[in-house]
């Protein structure tokens, strides 16, 4: 009866993936469409199917690094360190995203900053970031 309610759980699983897919599938198809109209050009559909696997396979592949970034820190949720980590290949990139946390830091309200305090674990694993450039 257990192994009844797994794959029940499995399918349920797969079901809500599936519907993730198409849905991230379907946006990238209507931005692509948009960029390609607002650039006076026609992309071809399997091109524009192309970039959506793509892009969707790129989506996965990065939320599986981010969570084992976190994990690695010894943390159950992913943070902005583990984003900007996962773009140290690409200088521009992880300049933007600093860029971005700084500015979400700068518009958190006061009383938000002060009330989240880091773990001492957190606070060594935040100390403990090196960005190494690429040769």
């Given at each position: 009866?257990?192994?009844?309610?797994?794959?029940?759980?499995?399918?349920?699983?797969?079901?809500?993936?599936?519907?993730?897919?198409?849905?991230?599938?379907?946006?990238?198809?209507?931005?692509?469409?948009?960029?390609?109209?607002?650039?006076?050009?026609?992309?071809?559909?399997?091109?524009?199917?192309?970039?959506?696997?793509?892009?969707?396979?790129?989506?996965?592949?990065?939320?599986?690094?981010?969570?084992?970034?976190?994990?690695?820190?010894?943390?159950?949720?992913?943070?902005?360190?583990?984003?900007?980590?996962?773009?140290?290949?690409?200088?521009?990139?992880?300049?933007?995203?600093?860029?971005?946390?700084n500015e979400?830091?700068?518009?958190?309200?006061?009383?938000?900053?002060?009330?989240?305090?880091?773990?001492?674990?957190?606070?060594?694993?935040?100390?403990?970031v090196h960005?190494?450039?690429?040769?």
């Amino acid at each position: 009866m257990g192994s009844d309610m797994e794959r029940d759980d499995e399918e349920e699983e797969e079901s809500v993936s599936e519907i993730l897919r198409d849905r991230f599938r379907l946006s990238t198809i209507s931005i692509a469409e948009a960029e390609g109209k607002k650039n006076g050009m026609q992309i071809s559909e399997p091109i524009v199917a192309c970039v959506s696997d793509l892009a969707f396979k790129y989506a996965q592949q990065l939320a599986k690094d981010l969570e084992l970034f976190a994990q690695h820190a010894g943390r159950k949720s992913v943070n902005m360190e583990d984003v900007i980590l996962s773009a140290h290949r690409n200088d521009h990139l992880a300049a933007s995203l600093r860029s971005i946390s700084n500015e979400l830091k700068a518009k958190e309200p006061q009383s938000e900053r002060k009330r989240k305090k880091n773990t001492r674990k957190e606070d060594k694993s935040n100390a403990d970031v090196h960005y190494i450039a690429d040769p």
